[in-house]
């Protein structure tokens, strides 16, 4: 069982590794524990927190923007200073390395799962990139990832279809923690769907054979050496709203259909409730897919037109109880929901 300096370690590098915003961060935890320490030991929780984050092998391989951890080398070394603690010279010779590298406009983020596997992401600085904000991973998908977990009979051994994949956190998260049988990620914008293709292998998953016709793929997916699960078989598909067949949804085969944060503009959402509609044609052959919808309220009135949309459209909906884990969103309780749809 972890002693609280090395929970608290832990909790500094969860939040580090993921990029999440400094501010949430533990500090005031860590300055307790620094008072409390005896003066010549109280180098030694920061020389952890240290190895924990900045000089952790996944930082090392897959590191976080340089300007965010410049600022956290910044704010560990005010704690050192405000201390009458032994020197680190660590912490300043990591500050030089990073001082001394140039911002890209990519940079990665790793989710860390509770076996301690992580999801590696990279992903764009910028919110808004390429004209597309699929480049960065948003909040309502580490939720949708969240509930997941805590429910992986709805995903195990079945055929998965995720709408808006972005850059895939959601679904590597589920293919890692719920046993998919396939997984079908897919997207439309070009680079998106470039970006998600070097996520998923980045996280040690083949691919099908490449092609936008998921139905064309067929043969199984290969394992990954070392994984604890079995892999499924991983399809990436490029999906346009707007034009989808049904007989391009049937030929998907989904038992479920999720999505997360693709509930922000007016026209984008009219296209997905118009898919969905065809999801309805599709019932009289086979047994309906189980559809969950993911969505931030950042405007109230946003969310209700959603609702009353989905009711012209004759969609029925409820909302999804709140889970209780706190795997991911460690620092925020965003206002995420997730409506389950019913064709």
């Not at 503009?265 to 919808?293: C, H, N, W």
């Amino acid at each position: 069982m972890a002693g609280p300096g090395q929970e608290l370690g832990l909790r500094f590098q969860r939040h580090f590794l993921a990029a999440r915003p400094l501010r949430s961060m533990p500090w005031e935890e860590l300055e307790q524990q620094l008072r409390a320490a005896p003066e010549r030991s109280r180098s030694s929780p920061l020389a952890a927190i240290l190895h924990q984050t900045v000089l952790h092998p996944l930082c090392v391989s897959y590191p976080p923007p340089a300007s965010y951890r410049r600022r956290f080398l910044t704010e560990l070394i005010k704690k050192h200073e405000s201390t009458a603690a032994d020197p680190l010279d660590e912490l300043y010779d990591a500050l030089g390395r990073i001082l001394n590298e140039e911002e890209s406009t990519r940079c990665y983020r790793n989710y860390l799962l509770p076996s301690g596997e992580p999801v590696t992401l990279c992903e764009s600085v910028a919110i808004i990139s390429q004209g597309t904000t699929g480049l960065v991973t948003w909040d309502a998908a580490l939720h949708l990832a969240e509930w997941a977990a805590e429910n992986p009979a709805v995903f195990s051994d079945r055929t998965v279809l995720e709408l808006g994949s972005g850059v895939g956190f959601t679904g590597l998260a589920i293919c890692k923690t719920c046993n998919p049988k396939t997984y079908i990620f897919s997207d439309y914008h070009h680079c998106v769907l470039k970006q998600l293709t070097e996520n998923i292998r980045l996280n040690g998953f083949a691919l099908e054979p490449e092609a936008t016709d998921p139905a064309r793929a067929e043969s199984p997916g290969q394992e990954a050496e070392g994984k604890k699960y079995q892999q499924p078989k991983l399809i990436v598909a490029e999906l346009d709203w707007g034009s989808v067949t049904e007989k391009q949804l049937l030929g998907l085969q989904a038992d479920v259909v999720i999505a997360a944060d693709v509930v922000y503009d007016p026209e984008v959402t009219l296209s997905l409730i118009g898919m969905l509609q065809k999801f309805s044609t599709l019932s009289a052959d086979r047994k309906p897919s189980e559809i969950y919808i993911a969505l931030t309220v950042r405007n109230p009135d946003t969310y209700h037109w959603f609702q009353a949309e989905l009711d012209k459209a004759g969609i029925r909906w409820q909302t999804i109880p709140a889970h209780s884990s706190n795997i991911f969103l460690h620092d925020t309780q965003p206002n995420v929901t997730i409506l389950q749809l019913f064709m």
